[in-house]
């Protein structure tokens, strides 16, 4: 295996270690432990990490050119996960919460829209395909009958051209 082939692929499982797998298992845990503070802790955390990954497209292709940028970034995704550092809530606190507090309304309300908008567009597509099977289902049935009926004509025309015998 080629060595950046090698490099890659640790990187990717560091990556999705550190990124995942560890913070699922830390989650497991909190959730599990009865009376824990480190629920909202895991919270924040999985917060930023939603809003970075949404945001990563655009970030790599700010900085992808810095050297040692994927290195930052796996440093930057060790201390969100890091339980002492808490970077995952400092995040939290420091910018995601007040940037989403100052747009809440308007989120609430566009998720509203649109969840009510793929609603109805969901509504009318089903309608229209509950139409169309009907009358598929209509159409099919027809052609059933006409493949009988010229099944038992051949049928018939077949027995009358038989000999009687016996």
Known sequence: MPIAATMSLG????YASFAYLLPGYQTFKAIEKKGSDDVREWACY???LATFYCLQP???LVLAWLPFYSV???????????????WG?????????PLVASYEADIDK???DS??????????????????????SGRATTMLKDI???????ANKSAARAPAGD
Do not use: H
């Not at 930052?72 to 808490?86: A, D, E, M, N, V």
């Not at 969840?115 to 598929?136: E, I």
């Open 72 to 86: 930052f970034k796996l440093g930057f995704l060790l201390g969100l996960w890091y339980p002492s550092t808490k």
């Open 46 to 48: 999985w917060t930023v």
């Open 115 to 136: 969840r009510t908008k793929l609603s109805d567009m969901m509504g009318q597509q089903a309608s229209t395909l509950r139409v169309q099977a009907g009358n598929l």
């Open 89 to 97: 809530q400092v995040v939290y606190a420091k910018a995601f919460r």
């Open 58 to 60: 655009f970030i790599d």
């Open 110 to 112: 566009l998720y509203m």
């Open 148 to 154: 009988q009926q010229k099944t038992m004509n051949r």
């Open 11 to 14: 990187y990717s499982l560091l």
